[in-house]
């Protein structure tokens, strides 16, 4: 390799790289090795695999926000040239590094706002696959990035999708986009069928490999409604530019429809790869080994309307983003609470929205929030939705 590549790889932060998407990014690296590299790897809990990771990609530093695993994260890297930190200060300052080029949000949850906002205050390009950071802190998140300069490359497949249709296009008005959905598990299910399903019915995702909470996000299409109101963010569109329609194949991602009536669709099969390959890459394309779309595999491409009334989540989510303001915070917090309750069987699937209804009723509204609002709004909406377990 001559050293003109290797001057101008592009060093990566994987904020999370121990989840779904962190790992899969990792493929994506080391498949590239002639354009990416990993400068900074963080995790939580799982230690184990941080430690795995850390000594087969050798990053300049890495963070474990769990300080009692730091002990043995530093016995087990001393031997090599990383530095190691740990806690929740540390993951914020260690995005500011100079030598970063590039921050993969892939922490899940609301646990990903306080970084991300660092790294965008360090004029960090950001490959956003922490959707809940658009979602919780929208307005104030894409003000943020305007005003330092900062591109926010999206990772969610259906975004991605949208991005990848808009290249090219960016001078031409969008009036509406169309998001996909796989529909879940539970497609075609009745509310009376939903009311006895299972965690582990849940968790088996016919299309897409992902963590535990964004695949209970799907079965309830919550995962959709997370969607749009980042959609909103992004693309600076209205709810009502913004349509949901469910495609079980999962093979075309999402489409823009322009003002002349034209549509424009992403395809390909269900791969979280592509779209973070193609976010840490842009606007290169750079050649893959992934496998490729046969339409002979797949003879029909089915289209339907979503059952909000059996998936109430997203029709929530709807009404979150028409609301404004820190609604859709409190629909994140009281949502995550919900799904954590249910993969640990305290309650069942539809008390999912049901509890996530409640905090929305129940929770006080700011119009116009400031960030410490958003920190406050989560904390108090997880107090509220703990206490209303108790009585589910």
């Known amino acids: 390799m001559n050293t003109s590549t290797q001057h101008h790889k592009r060093r990566v932060a994987i904020l999370g790289s121990t989840g779904s998407i962190g790992t899969q990014a990792l493929e994506v690296i080391r498949e590239q090795a002639d354009y990416l590299e990993v400068e900074v790897l963080t995790a939580n809990n799982n230690v184990d695999l941080l430690i795995e990771q850390s000594i087969a990609f050798q990053p300049n530093a890495v963070v474990i926000s769990n300080p009692e695993h730091y002990p043995k994260l530093k016995e087990a890297l001393a031997p090599y040239p990383i530095k190691v930190y740990a806690g929740e200060k540390a993951l914020c300052q260690v995005v500011e590094m100079e030598s970063i080029d590039i921050v993969l949000t892939a922490m899940v949850g609301f646990a990903g706002l306080r970084p991300t906002i660092h790294a965008i205050e360090a004029g960090k390009p950001i490959a956003l696959a922490n959707k809940e950071t658009l979602v919780v802190a929208g307005a104030y998140i894409t003000r943020l990035a305007r005003e330092r300069g900062v591109n926010i490359y999206p990772v969610d497949s259906e975004h991605s999708a949208i991005f990848q249709c808009l290249v090219g296009e960016f001078h031409n008005p969008i009036e509406k986009i169309i998001l996909t959905a796989s529909g879940g598990p539970f497609r075609g299910y009745s509310r009376e069928q939903l009311a006895s399903v299972r965690k582990e019915q849940a968790l088996k995702h016919p299309n897409w490999n992902m963590g535990a909470k964004i695949t209970i996000d799907s079965a309830t299409l919550m995962n959709k409604g997370l969607e749009v109101i980042e959609a909103k963010w992004l693309f600076g569109l209205s709810p009502e530019q913004i349509e949901v329609i469910v495609h079980p194949q999962s093979i075309i991602h999402s489409m823009v429809q322009f003002e ?10 269900p791969d979280m790869k592509l779209p973070i390959q193609f976010a840490l890459s842009y606007p290169m394309r750079h050649p893959t080994s992934f496998p490729r779309f046969d339409f002979r595999a797949y003879p029909q491409l089915t289209f339907e309307l979503p059952d909000t009334k059996a998936f109430p989540c997203l029709e929530l989510a709807y009404e ?44 006080d509204y700011i119009a116009n929030p400031a960030p410490e609002d958003y920190f406050a709004t989560d904390q108090q909406t997880r107090q509220y939705a703990k206490e209303a377990l108790k009585h589910v």
């Not at 002349?260 to 099969?269: C, E, N």
């Not at 609301?323 to 309750?341: H, I, K, R, T, Y």
């Open 260 to 269: 002349d009536g034209s549509i424009k669709a992403q395809m390909g099969l």
């Open 320 to 363: 979150a983003l028409r609301q404004g303001g820190n609604m859709p915070c409190v629909l994140n917090a009281a949502n995550e609470v919900a799904v954590s309750a249910f993969l640990q069987d305290q309650i069942n699937f539809l008390d999912i929205p049901a509890l996530i209804e409640t905090c929305m009723q129940r929770m």
